[in-house]
């Protein structure tokens, strides 16, 4: 608990002293592969049929009824016009537009109607089994009154519709078939015939119609039933054409992205990057300052590469570096192990932090002579950095000679170790204030 208290204080304090925000920039994606979302025309079939129609009625008399009514005719022809649309959205169903005239001897019906498609798909291409539903309005024109020496009292001759349909289109080639259906158009027409003290009502129920016409389809059905990226979904249902081999892909043929970072999981190598997080090619999360923070959690920008920084992508208001040395060596190019990062770049580019440089020598030979060694390590950093333009104020110079090892001396791995400077930069006005609030 106590360090996460402590990582969150560092975390305020640099954002509030050092930090200031850049709006999140994304990547570009032109190198990443394109996949090809498969566009169908508008206009999916045209068709145009005709055939034999049979009306359905029902009598009903009043007194005895009307004599000599004569039945409506049941027997007559039909004609339909239909567009059939690409539906982008759900492949499985297409809605149409129809327009069809049932034709009898005394009366016309004209029904204009909307609906949907589904069309089976079969191995054999040339055939496309299908159903439909629709929805009307039916409109009848009469041409001969079912009896001369009456009234009309009342004739209603619009009625809402319900269409029910199965058929087969046989292509011929990829654009042309032959259509083969049977249509059932349910509707409520009524006409009232008033003789003398009686009444009649002849009531037209329904339709039942086969047509045979033909289709023209805008694309090839061979294309649209294939599946030309082998991903198992076939062109009609594949929004994502050209998909990778071996890429796994949803249910409408797209190459899935698990962590939805725009790249798919196939080339991947970074899984569950954080939503809205910035990503490379690799669909790695971006670290533009290289401190190991990604872009999307990093509140301190553009820090200095190699800098160490806190789980905020800011550097610490205090953290120290140990510099080691060969045995008597205290020149800056006597070094063993460097910086990980540039420190004259670094005290240049932060000018609020300061450092300090403490040196510390083995406990080979007298105390005297370890602590005059260890003195001279600290100076020659000293000298290096004023050498570089770094002011004398911002530096502080000590030497602990063979005292405060970070090792027992028994070894000689453990001597190489104590002989060292500890560097340590540190913001001294962020320590002002803890101590001042630590004071209260």
Known sequence: MQNIVKICLICALALQLEAAENPEKKLSYSELPKFEKTTYPLVDTLSIKSGYSKSFYSRSNDKGGVSNLVDPEANGWGISGRVVFNNGKDALFKP?????????????????SIGLRHEFELQNK?????????????????KVSPLETAEALDEKTHSASLTLETGMDYYLNDNWALDLSVRMDSYNIETVVAGINKISTLEDRYSVNVFAGVVYRFGAIAHQDGDDDNDGVQNSRDFCTGTPLDAEVDSMGCAKDSDFDSVIDIYDKCENTPESAAVDTNGCALDSDEDRVIDLLDRCPNTLKGAPVTNCGCIPYKFNIDLTYGYNKYKTQNILEHLSFDAVKFLKKYKHYKVSITGYADAKGSSKNNFIIAKRRSNEVKNFLLSKGIDMSRILVYARGDKESATDNKTVQNRAKNRRIVVEFYRDDVLKKIVIKAEK
């Open 96 to 112: 149409y537009i129809d327009m069809t005239s049932y034709i009898y001897d005394d009366r016309v019906f004209y029904i204009p």
């Open 126 to 142: 040339a055939f496309e089994p299908y159903v439909g539903i629709g929805v009307g309005y039916t409109m009848m024109d009469r």
